[in-house]
């Protein structure tokens, strides 16, 4: 997997577990939304000038595709267009078509909180010869990456916990400690009122309206799929060719997205545990998938009291949850996901340990916090904080409340249960969201793919969207995946189906007749 899509999973830090977002951008709300401001309060920035140059030097993939990059001046505040405002980084790659250049194309990868300078040209060989009709237009969104970044410095190092109600009230202080160091770091207080999907969406639409389009066509994953869905509701007269992919539950709040991804996460688990007894003279971790599961959640006891080495790293409840949710997200994964848990296991077992590459990788991430995965997190945190109503942007304000549902999914969840009911800094956010989230309920034309077991975003809450979006289709595939269109892009297995309709929509602006369903690819060996 590559690291756009590592950052995507990771890029909302849960800090009593670490948890890939599964946001929504449509929670309820019981307060008014301010006021939108009008075109002519955008005047000044409808006239910039871009000046467009070389994009940077880290960015191999925009260097590769030929790319220019600029900078776009975005009001701080949209309901107060005079006041601050705040660059946003943007690239392109020209069409190679010009005779039959439909206009620009948008991107983004998910998170909240994942940058996404370089994801329109990444994406654009599972375009095949539709990307040559667009402009492809990367970036990255407020507050992340090089787009007026925030953050909110070092985090203290866990301390080692003994017990499950130990971790569970470390973290309630992680959190609350995440949510004050936000606040009071830099320029933040400032900030962070304005860090929402509205305002991303609004950022979309300014970006159209500077580079002279009168629509734009969008690509976006994860939570980029349910931004692109609030564009259509926020701007619908501006969505021309829009494609979504892996969305949440419209009528569930950020907290109760997470929470259903609970139990479908235990049943991925128990897939994999299937397949990895299928293959136990090679893995050893059982011969049926109950005693594969039942290393699993032994691994888990273990880590609950006290945290596992392997190497130079540690492994405590909140990195193992994440680990495991991610792994169990993708058929792909199940190789390394086996010969990780043969690592996990020893580890378990008192033996010293040297981790895999694969999760050695993964466990350098958590030890070795950097300023990029400060941003990414907190600017995560900061959209999840900032959506949705009040208070808390719909997060429960009692952190009993969490410990009470963590208890009670134990039962039926002994591996993620803790994961999926965590506390975010959102209950302990100083400042309030400005307004409410999205309600999408519209008949805007687009395209909507949904993994059938995805296990991070379940199908059941795409089916709820696709009702909502009254002018969509949508291509449901039969695999485990969170993402269906382009996943050759990351090396996994490719459905034709969905990318063949994918490209024909972008070419043709042709909606399929009727939803699709695409049959699993050739599993990977």
Request: proline letters at 8%; hydrophobic letters at 40%; aromatic letters at 8%.
């Amino acid at each position: 997997m590559t690291m756009p899509r590592i950052a995507t999973a990771v890029a909302a830090l849960g800090v009593a577990g670490l948890v890939g977002w599964t946001g929504t951008v449509s929670a309820a709300a019981s307060a008014p939304a301010s006021r939108p401001s009008s075109p002519g309060g955008l005047s000044r920035y409808l006239g910039q000038r871009l000046d467009w140059g070389a994009c940077p030097s880290d960015a191999a993939e925009l260097t590769k595709a030929g790319a220019e990059c600029a900078k776009v001046r975005v009001p701080l505040d949209y309901a107060a267009p005079g006041g601050p405002s705040i660059e946003i980084a943007v690239s392109r790659v020209k069409a190679k078509d010009q005779a039959h250049r439909r206009g620009i194309l948008l991107a983004n990868p998910g998170g909240p909180g994942g940058p996404g300078l370089e994801y329109a040209a990444l994406m654009r060989p599972a375009m095949k010869d539709a990307a040559d009709r667009y402009d492809l237009i990367g970036f990255d969104p407020r507050f992340v990456g090089r787009s007026t970044p925030i953050y909110c410095g070092d985090s203290p190092k866990p301390a080692d916990t003994h017990s499950r109600r130990e971790a569970f009230e470390a973290s309630v202080r992680n959190a609350r400690d995440t949510a004050e160091r936000c606040y009071e770091h830099g320029n933040n207080a400032a900030l962070l009122p304005h860090a929402s999907s509205r305002n991303v969406a609004r950022d979309m639409d300014l970006i159209r309206a500077v580079l002279g389009e009168r629509k734009l066509s969008y690509y976006g994953i994860s939570y980029g799929a349910d931004l692109g869905a609030a564009y259509t509701q926020l701007f619908p007269g501006h969505a021309d060719r829009i494609v979504i992919d892996s969305v949440t539950d419209p009528a569930k709040t950020q907290y109760e997205n997470f929470q259903a991804a609970g139990p479908a996460q235990e049943r991925g688990l128990s897939e994999w545990a299937a397949w990895t007894a299928r293959r136990s003279d090679r893995y050893k971790l059982g011969s049926t998938p109950r005693q594969v599961r039942a290393t699993v959640e032994n691994i888990s006891a273990k880590t609950d009291k006290g945290p596992l080495t392997l190497g130079e790293y540690k492994v405590n409840p909140s990195v193992l949850g994440l680990f495991l949710r991610q792994m169990v997200g993708i058929e792909e994964n199940n190789d390394v996901l086996a010969r990780s848990v043969q690592n996990l296991a020893d580890a378990a077992a008192g033996r010293q340990v040297k981790p895999i590459p694969e999760l050695a990788g993964w466990l350098g991430l958590f030890e070795n916090p950097s300023p990029e995965l400060d941003n990414l997190f907190n600017s995560g945190n900061a959209v999840m904080c900032g959506d949705g109503g009040w208070p808390a942007g719909g997060w429960p304000t009692e952190p009993e409340q969490y410990w009470r549902n963590i208890e009670r999914a134990r039962p039926t969840q002994p591996v993620f249960a803790a994961v999926a009911n965590a506390i975010f800094p959102c209950p302990f956010w100083k400042t309030e969201p400005r307004e409410p989230g999205v309600a999408v309920d519209n008949r805007v034309p687009l395209l909507l793919l949904q993994a059938t077991r995805d296990n991070n975003v379940p199908y059941e809450g795409a089916v709820a969207l696709h009702r909502r979006l009254k002018g969509s289709r949508m291509i449901s595939a039969d695999l485990r995946s969170h993402g269906v269109y382009g996943r050759a892009v990351d090396g996994l297995t490719p459905v034709p189906c969905a990318d063949d309709a994918v490209n024909a929509y972008l070419r043709t602006g042709t909606l399929p007749a009727a939803d699709l369903t695409c049959a699993h690819p050739q599993e990977r060996r």
